[in-house]
């Protein structure tokens, strides 16, 4: 098993991982060296246990803030998959399902030209297009939310 050394708040450590993972530890020692710094130079002189509980805490609020936005981020994509779903169903099915009668009637009669048939097809591709980009809009902008900064 490997061992690297890592520096938190000044103080170096020799900590053992299993192979491959240097690198994902040498990080999250600087993401706990980041905080632990920040917090002696907003509180000054602090003990160096109490610094630690300090930087941990924080980092521990920031996961569980990103989780909380990871959860929402999944529901809102779930809920799109199933409107998308339900886009694609009413496409596969034809106008009969996707325009309710009373809709056709008030549009077009009874008995719909093969013409107006295909104007149907066409509103409901187009609807379906639209839904598809706000559904992309909305899963970049909560990508951006839940993503870290750099």
């Known amino acids: 098993m490997p061992e690297i050394d ?3 708040a000044g ?10 993972e240097e690198a994902h530890l040498t990080a999250a020692a600087r ?6 710094e920040a917090l002696r130079r ?3 002189s602090v003990p160096e246990s109490r610094l630690m509980l300090m930087s941990a805490l924080i980092i521990a609020d920031r996961l ?10 999944e529901e809102t994509l779930r809920d ?5 779903r339900a886009a694609d169903a009413q496409l596969r099915n ?7 009668s009373a809709e056709r009637e008030d549009r077009l009669g009874d008995r719909p030209s093969r013409d107006q048939r295909n104007l149907f097809a066409d509103d409901i591709a187009d609807d379906a297009l639209d839904l598809l980009e706000r559904t992309a809009s909305r899963l970049e902008a909560l ?3 839940v993503a870290p900064a750099e």
Do not use: H
């Not at 103080?11 to 491959?20: E, F, H, K, T």
């Not at 993401?31 to 632990?36: K, Q, R």
């Not at 799109?80 to 998308?84: I, K, N, Q």
């Not at 034809?94 to 309710?100: E, L, N, T």
């Open 64 to 73: 569980n803030s990103t989780e909380a936005r990871l959860r929402s981020a």
């Open 6 to 8: 890592i520096a938190i």
């Open 94 to 100: 034809g106008v009969d399902v996707a325009a309710s």
């Open 80 to 84: 799109s998959e199933a409107a998308l």
């Open 143 to 145: 990508a951006d939310k």
């Open 42 to 44: 907003t509180a000054g």
């Open 31 to 36: 993401l706990i060296d980041l905080e632990a």
């Open 11 to 20: 103080r170096s450590y020799r900590v053992a991982c299993d192979p491959g």
